[in-house]
Nanobody, 126 residues
Framework: QVQLVESGGGLVQAGGSLRLSCAASGRTFSSYYAMGWFRQAPGKERESVAAIIWSGRTTYYADSVKGRFTISRDNTKNTVYLQMNSLKPEDTAVYYC??????????????????WGQGTQVSVSS
């Protein structure tokens, strides 16, 4: 089993910053897993935000967050981070952390990832 626990969400004004964390644990979790952040706004489908391979050397970002968000990971702590800067109201969503039983990904779509956290709310006011 793999457990993923997100933290760091909250309410912030437009232009502000938040840092999300995702702590992974479980007997079968491996630091060789690719990790990703996804989000889902009310009435919308879950979408990919960012992903990172096991080594951290390759990352993926959705066009809507490029230049504003940064994904990183610390394999010694089994933790992945999402630094979100210059937040916009349209970034408001529940943010989920996910792990894939593979070092990388094909398209970084949500359906490629195997384990999911419960989510953390991010709200950006205008």
């Amino acid at each position: 089993q793999v457990q993923l626990v997100e933290s760091g969400g909250g309410l912030v004004q437009a232009g502000g910053s938040l840092r999300l964390s995702c702590a992974a644990s479980g007997r079968t979790f491996s630091s060789y897993y690719a990790m990703g952040w996804f989000r889902q706004a009310p009435g919308k489908e879950r979408e990919s935000v960012a992903a990172i391979i096991w080594s951290g050397r390759t990352t993926y970002y959705a066009d809507s967050v490029k230049g504003r968000f940064t994904i990183s990971r610390d394999n010694t702590k089994n933790t992945v981070y999402l630094q979100m800067n210059s937040l916009k109201p349209e970034d408001t969503a529940v943010y989920y952390c996910a792990a894939r039983r593979s070092a990388g990904w094909d398209t970084a779509r949500p359906d490629e990832f195997d384990y999911w956290g419960q989510g953390t709310q991010v709200s950006v006011s205008s």
